[in-house]
C-alpha cells in the first residue's frame, strides 16, 4: 500500500534526504552537546551522548552510502550538519552548564559593587592594579554560568563602562554560589557523580 502511495522517486529524492537531514541533525545536536560535555568537565556523560551520536550517525551515512548517485541526499548531509551544530550550541546556551571565572577592571571605588555582589551570595576577592592610566581594582568571582546575565546586570549597573572579561572554569576546590536558581541538570550531575571534585 505504501508502494502506491509514494513513487520511487518520491521515495528517493525527498523522504531518503529528509530522514538523512533530521538524523544529522540530532547526531550534530549530540556531538556538540558532549563535546561541551567534555570541556566542562563532566564525567561519564559524554560516554552516553555519544553512544547515541554514533548510532545515529551510522544510520545516516549508511542512507547516503546506499545512495551515492542521489546528490540530493549529499546536500541534506551537509545541511543536517551544520543545522545540527547550531541547534547543539543553542540547546548548550540554555542549559549554561558549568562555572565561569568574571574579571572586572575599574579605576572607581569598588565599595558598593563588592558589596552589591556579597549581598547577592556571589563570593568576590579584590586586588590592586596598575592599567595603562594608573592605579585599578581587579575584582574576581567564580560564578555558575547561569548566573553570568544577573552579574553583569550588576556590573553594568555599577559602571557602565566597566571592563570586564568572562572565561570557562574547569573545576574549583571551594567557591561562594548563590543558593537560588540551582539548575536541575546540575544538581543531577551531582548526585551520580558525573562531575568532577575539585582539586
Given at each position: 500500500?505504501?508502494?502506491?502511495?509514494?513513487?520511487?522517486?518520491?521515495?528517493?529524492?525527498?523522504?531518503?534526504?529528509?530522514?538523512?537531514?533530521?538524523?544529522?541533525v540530532?547526531?550534530?545536536?549530540?556531538?556538540?552537546i558532549?563535546?561541551?560535555?567534555?570541556?566542562?568537565?563532566?564525567?561519564?556523560?559524554?560516554?552516553?551522548?555519544?553512544?547515541?551520536?554514533v548510532?545515529?550517525?551510522?544510520?545516516?551515512?549508511?542512507?547516503?552510502?546506499?545512495?551515492?548517485?542521489?546528490?540530493?541526499?549529499?546536500?541534506a548531509?551537509?545541511?543536517?550538519?551544520?543545522?545540527?551544530?547550531?541547534?547543539?550550541?543553542?540547546?548548550?546556551?540554555?542549559?549554561s552548564?558549568g562555572?565561569?571565572?568574571?574579571r572586572?577592571?575599574?579605576?572607581?571605588?569598588p565599595?558598593?559593587l563588592?558589596?552589591?555582589?556579597?549581598?547577592?551570595?556571589?563570593g568576590?576577592?579584590?586586588?590592586?592594579?596598575?592599567?595603562?592610566?594608573?592605579?585599578?581594582?581587579?575584582?574576581?568571582?567564580?560564578?555558575?554560568r547561569?548566573?553570568?546575565?544577573?552579574?553583569?546586570?550588576?556590573i553594568?549597573?555599577?559602571?557602565?563602562?566597566?571592563?570586564?572579561?568572562?572565561?570557562?572554569?574547569?573545576?574549583?576546590?571551594?567557591?561562594?554560589?548563590?543558593?537560588?536558581?540551582?539548575?536541575?541538570?546540575?544538581r543531577?550531575?551531582?548526585?551520580?557523580?558525573?562531575r568532577?571534585k575539585?582539586?
Open positions: 500500500m505504501t508502494g502506491s502511495l509514494i513513487s520511487p522517486e518520491i521515495f528517493a529524492f525527498v523522504i531518503v534526504p529528509v530522514l538523512i537531514f533530521l538524523a544529522r540530532c547526531d550534530m545536536s549530540l556531538d556538540t558532549r563535546v561541551i560535555f567534555v570541556s566542562k568537565g563532566i564525567r561519564y556523560l559524554p560516554a552516553i551522548v555519544g553512544f547515541f551520536e548510532i545515529i550517525w551510522l544510520v545516516a551515512i549508511g542512507q547516503v552510502m546506499n545512495n551515492l548517485t542521489n546528490v540530493v541526499c549529499y546536500l548531509y551537509g545541511a543536517g550538519f551544520a543545522t545540527g551544530t547550531i541547534i547543539g550550541m543553542a540547546i548548550e546556551e540554555r542549559l552548564l562555572l565561569a571565572i568574571v572586572i577592571i575599574t579605576d572607581e571605588d565599595a558598593r563588592l558589596q552589591i555582589l556579597r549581598s547577592h551570595e556571589y568576590v576577592t579584590a586586588v590592586d592594579g596598575e592599567g595603562g592610566k594608573g592605579r585599578v581594582k581587579v575584582i574576581f568571582t567564580i560564578i555558575k547561569q548566573d553570568l546575565p544577573d552579574v553583569v546586570a550588576l553594568k549597573d555599577f559602571n557602565p563602562d566597566a571592563f570586564y572579561s568572562v572565561e570557562d572554569v574547569k573545576a574549583v576546590a571551594e567557591g561562594v554560589f548563590p543558593s537560588h536558581n540551582s539548575h536541575a541538570l546540575l543531577w550531575a551531582d548526585l551520580l557523580s558525573l568532577p575539585g582539586k
